[in-house]
């Protein structure tokens, strides 16, 4: 008969202390758990302290309730923000797509085959184009247009919303959505909004980036992997990359070149997030990827 | 006996139209050339060619005078701007530096050993720190305080000036050298000043790159090898490069890791410069490094 | 009125010479030809020159006729391999693939999007699996698989010869397509065949590349483009690249994220080779790809 | 008035059990310490774990002694193989070069200017070649020629053995010394002896690889930075880097362009040494990198 057990993964900050790693780990030992990863960083301005640790509990599911209510205590004595995970929760994912479908197609097919372990309630879109796509994987596709006058677009954004509610999503990943998100709806899902930006940031913030490494002249494009804030395309940044690029190459190569890396980007920074690899810090993110 | 023969580079730039590259091609081969090394671009937009040669050209070092006196019937038939060079012709290369050594090792090793084939009539500097390094490789170095008044700045200027003209540089190569070169020394010496900037632009312009990386929380930190002109760090860039950084990383981690990318960024850059490979357009430049 | 015109690719090899690029340059302005794109390479050891020119035609379709039929003339004074083809032409490819289908939607999603400008007449595999992935594409499935006896296997393989036949394919796509082809199809379509190896080569021959990458502990995994020869993975050697990996990586963790290595590899080695950018040399290839 | 304190490192493996981490951590402390950084491993196959522990100790330097004789009950009770060290340490590091001086020069530049936080107590060779470019850092430098014949050899290396035990060396680089160290050398410093090799091993073991990358053919030559065993290039790899090359690049260009990723390779294999981040897990390395 195989013991009944729950890989847990906790993550915690809180000011720097000494003894908080071991009043955890001693913690987690007294309720039988074996640490089997760990990772920690101290940032030595702030004087904070940041650690994702993951364990093995045993018991049945129930016990993460335990736990939970346990560790509430020494939360409460180092003044941690926390969470604790069961790594086997499937998180509820709501993909949002415009037209441009290389990041939706290269999720839908790594969900597809397992690589992703996500629930894909259903996909959002401002056009009516990628339906059929989306529709082959068995998902619902909502169509929300968004207008451009303010009323319009406030009423679409609210029905966006709502339909972004019903879908009770832990994590809502903007895979090339050419809208931007209001501050409200931004305020709303806090650092659970994720956004590939098909350049390498801070460099060409807003439209058309290709389009702006082209007339820079630049000899390398990027994507970048980033949380929404309020402003534009300055959230904390959680992955990047480049790929090389030659005077010949028009903004259409950049644009075919690019897909490889906006793609490869969004599924690491994704990744990052669904492991609780990330830690938002300030405008910056503690990103314990290893 | 060995045939006398020079190995030449010939770099043009025209207004397109058909029949070039034969009417070239044909008059190199007219003069018993034999092209070894052809690149060519043709861009679209402004309608401009633009090509790189290299040949064999039987005979002796005069060939060459008898060859560019020839070209220019052709070359006035086509419109073109041109030059012709003997690949084994050293450049002599003037390096400025102020106090970070590594781009300035790096450059004097490469040289000493043979790796790099040019001439270093002088090292110049706005402090004496790095004296004993020039020196040990047997070259000359000279100081030039840059002080801070107007007056001051300008008369160390044309001092710099006096010291780069006497050493009758080729190119000039701002090896980490921490001073704004005014418009009439960019002007002076136009497309021929090389500089390295510790940023992967146009993300941080300007003073201390790695600590304004180390602010907005970028993945990755760069370095952009560009041609020196009157907007500070925004000349025509001939090569780049990046590196992974990580949240623990210090600016301290940041400039230390910066080095090797700085170093095999202008290492690059220069020797496609000393190699006629890159051709400035507009801002932008083409480079034909393949 | 839009004046009729043909955009030409000229690829040719000969012994070198003095003035092959004056005649052949010469020979295409002669027929109004402009040339916008050339590559060349002299092999100094073989005394062998490769050669790829981009050039427009004035005329109709036909004209390419005419000029085949006059090149000849060229090609015999020169005694040049050679082939001449309209960039329009779309290759006729044939995909084999297996189980693993990340390639295999990586090119069908290219595909569809008109990224990869080919036709696809057929897929085909050893298993049924990718059936319904291939079929909502619109394009035919065949399923043959290949029997552990040697008769049984060369009644496969001449099965699958003759489906490959029918489909007239200019380029065959080993896209994870885990037999090993026998000598005579490498023969029958030498240097058509194109396959992805899940390995840095000539590191990791043969069967799963990635448990022996984990059984000798290297720090990035590779894969490898190459052309297919009777020596299993030892053909020439189109693309290759890396993907970093950790201790704390599994089998399965390469695997999934050398897909993403695969699939690029494999994208930019077809590409090349579609663009007639690859010339075999021994067994090594001579790479335009600037 | 600043209270002491000491920066230590704790290393240590043992058998996989519940509560290791907890114990450890507990007993730091209670020693007063405050952990700092935390990298653990479990290798599930071989059911080991292996931990990397930062952590300030308050009290003078004679706290280490102390720390190591109480950590040592806990060690045996968990059977661990364990090291701690102050990071303040200087490790002694000889270098033994050959004739190739770009990773000598690299390494000592990067000592001079305080990168490298280490003391370089001689420079051994089997030429008299680099002689002046170390004395000029004020470096010791010792000529051992290898012969041919086995007696000589052996002489040879019984007198290196003999100058690097005179220099007390916590850790011995290869910079490019190319002399096969004996096995008796090679069991004297087990993992102390890092080695760079100038290819992407296991591909291209022995002499001469950018010879045998030339003739496969390769798109990306690398370098491996590896712990010396008895089996030729076959030690467990600590890092390793690749860079792209194309066809035109001769073995002469490959040397050239080979030695920045061996420098760096070789910069970033000694660094995570010195940081006591490698641990040798049978013939692999763990590398707690981050």
Same mark, same amino acid.
């Given at each position: 008969?195989?013991?009944?057990?729950?890989?847990?993964?906790?993550?915690?900050?809180?000011?720097?202390?000494? $003894?908080?790693?071991?009043?955890?780990?001693?913690? @987690?030992?007294?309720? $039988?758990?074996?640490?089997?990863?760990?990772?920690?960083?101290?940032?030595?301005?702030?004087?904070?302290?940041?650690?994702?640790?993951?364990?093995?509990?045993?018991?049945?599911?129930?016990?993460?309730?335990?736990?939970?209510?346990?560790?509430?205590?020494?939360?409460?004595?180092?003044?941690?923000?926390?969470?604790?995970?069961?790594?086997?929760?499937?998180?509820?994912?709501?993909?949002?797509?415009?037209?441009?479908?290389?990041?939706?197609?290269?999720?839908?097919?790594?969900?597809?085959?397992?690589?992703?372990? @996500?629930?894909?309630?259903?996909? @959002?879109?401002?056009?009516?184009?990628?339906?059929?796509?989306?529709?082959?994987?068995?998902?619902?596709?909502?169509?929300?247009?968004?207008?451009?006058?303010?009323?319009?677009?406030?009423?679409?954004?609210?029905?966006?919303?709502?339909?972004?509610?019903?879908?009770?999503?832990?994590?809502?990943?903007?895979?090339?959505?050419?809208?931007?998100?209001?501050?409200?709806?931004?305020?709303?899902?806090?650092?659970?909004?994720?956004?590939?930006?098909?350049?390498?940031?801070?460099?060409? @913030?807003?439209?058309?980036?290709?389009?702006?490494?082209?007339?820079?002249?630049?000899? =390398?494009?990027?994507?970048?992997?980033?949380?929404?804030?309020?402003?534009?395309?300055?959230?904390?940044?959680?992955?990047?990359?480049?790929?090389?690029?030659?005077?010949?190459?028009?903004?259409?190569?950049?644009?075919?070149?690019?897909?490889?890396?906006?793609?490869?980007?969004?599924?690491?920074? =994704?990744?990052?997030?669904?492991?609780?690899?990330?830690?938002?810090?300030?405008?910056?993110?503690?990103?314990?990827?290893?």
């Amino acid at each position: 008969m195989k013991t009944e057990q729950q890989q847990l993964r906790l993550i915690a900050s809180c000011p720097d202390r000494v $003894g908080i790693l071991a009043r955890v780990a001693t913690f @987690i030992a007294g309720m $039988g758990g074996n640490i089997t990863e760990a990772n920690q960083y101290e940032d030595v301005r702030s004087r904070n302290f940041f650690m994702r640790y993951g364990f093995v509990l045993p018991g049945p599911e129930s016990a993460l309730d335990a736990f939970k209510k346990d560790f509430e205590t020494v939360a409460r004595e180092f003044e941690m923000d926390w969470r604790v995970r069961n790594v086997a929760y499937r998180q509820r994912v709501v993909l949002l797509v415009s037209k441009f479908d290389h990041c939706l197609a290269y999720l839908l097919h790594r969900w597809k085959v397992g690589d992703l372990k @996500i629930d894909i309630p259903c996909v @959002i879109s401002n056009h009516d184009t990628l339906r059929e796509l989306v529709e082959w994987y068995g998902i619902p596709y909502h169509y929300v247009p968004v207008p451009k006058g303010p009323d319009a677009k406030q009423a679409a954004f609210e029905k966006t919303a709502d339909l972004i509610d019903a879908a009770e999503p832990d994590t809502i990943v903007l895979a090339r959505y050419m809208q931007i998100f209001p501050p409200w709806l931004c305020e709303k899902y806090r650092y659970r909004v994720i956004n590939i930006h098909h350049s390498f940031l801070p460099s060409f @913030i807003g439209a058309k980036p290709y389009h702006q490494a082209e007339e820079r002249g630049v000899k =390398l494009i990027g994507a970048t992997c980033h949380y929404v804030t309020e402003d534009l395309d300055q959230g904390p940044i959680i992955e990047q990359d480049v790929a090389r690029i030659r005077h010949s190459d028009t903004i259409e190569d950049m644009m075919r070149l690019g897909k490889d890396v906006e793609n490869t980007v969004l599924a690491r920074g =994704l990744r990052y997030h669904l492991e609780d690899r990330v830690i938002v810090h300030g405008n910056k993110t503690i990103l314990f990827n290893r």
